[in-house]
């Protein structure tokens, strides 16, 4: 897995909004990081082949407790609300460019990529990566995968408890094989910035994700806080059966992002955020365009 300093995810995110309720969230986000532990487990739960999410006790105690992934009644809204805040996202970034955070990162070098913004479509990705994948697996969060009654449905199907399906998210990560950054080959998939989903308008973000994928299916990047200028190393895999990808900040156990990599090579991107308390709230991944203009 790749592998750099250890930073402290706690002191990214808990600044990476100034103040007011996204500035609580993102504190949150980083408050329920805890240091992974020396020895990974001999067994884990096994990662299902199919998608699946629930709805955790104590999520009303949280900021953004609107973002639990509970089934979603009109489809139509949302995609029509994520279109809004992609816009707004856009705009705002254009009035305020991002700093080249990337480039100071000490994986920079070994990923050997230059135009973090560049992205590929679902036949780059399978292209890519030789897992064998034709269809592309659907995670339309809130959708055909949503939480009710601490079950985790895929469709009209139960698939998982919500301990187990958060279970499966840290045995994806776990997963990631121990290779140097420059011992392989990776293809950006682009540059986000995190929003809570379900929102049309809000605060300019202040955290942004840069992921690049490996040929073997290694996730990698980087989690960029402006608010604080912190930069930290992302680590992950994606599963071969259930196209999965999960994430977290390396050297931390929680919380834990995942979202279907079909969902990385669109414009929004719905992700799940697995905190350590146990609960779970969903996010968007808003892709951010090119501001060179050099995306092909």
Known sequence: MPSSGRGNLAGSIAGGVAGGVAGSAAADFLRDSGPRPETRPAERPGIAERPGIAERPGAGDRPFASSRPERIENRGDRQEIRQDRRDQIRDQIDDTPLRDFWSDHPL???????????????????????????????YNYGENVYYEDGSVYYG??????????????????????????????WMPLGV?????????????????????????????????????????TIEGMVDK???RSAWNVEGKSRPIMETGIVNLTKDTAPALVHFADETTQQWLLVRLEDPEGQQE
């Open 241 to 243: 059966n259930s196209q």
């Open 156 to 185: 009209d199907e139960v698939v998982a408890t919500e301990e187990e399906y958060a279970q499966q998210a840290e045995a994806i990560v776990a997963s990631a094989p121990e290779v140097a950054p420059d011992q392989a080959e």
């Open 192 to 232: 986000f910035a995190l929003t809570p989903d379900g929102q049309e308008s809000g605060p300019e973000p202040t955290l942004f994700l840069q992921l690049a994928i490996s040929k073997q299916g290694i996730i990698s990047g980087t989690l960029n806080n402006t608010a604080n200028d912190t930069t930290q």
């Open 108 to 138: 920079w070098g070994a990923w050997a990529i230059t135009r973090p913004y560049r992205w590929a479509a679902w036949g780059g990705v399978t292209g890519w990566v030789d897992y064998g994948w034709t269809e592309p697996v659907s």
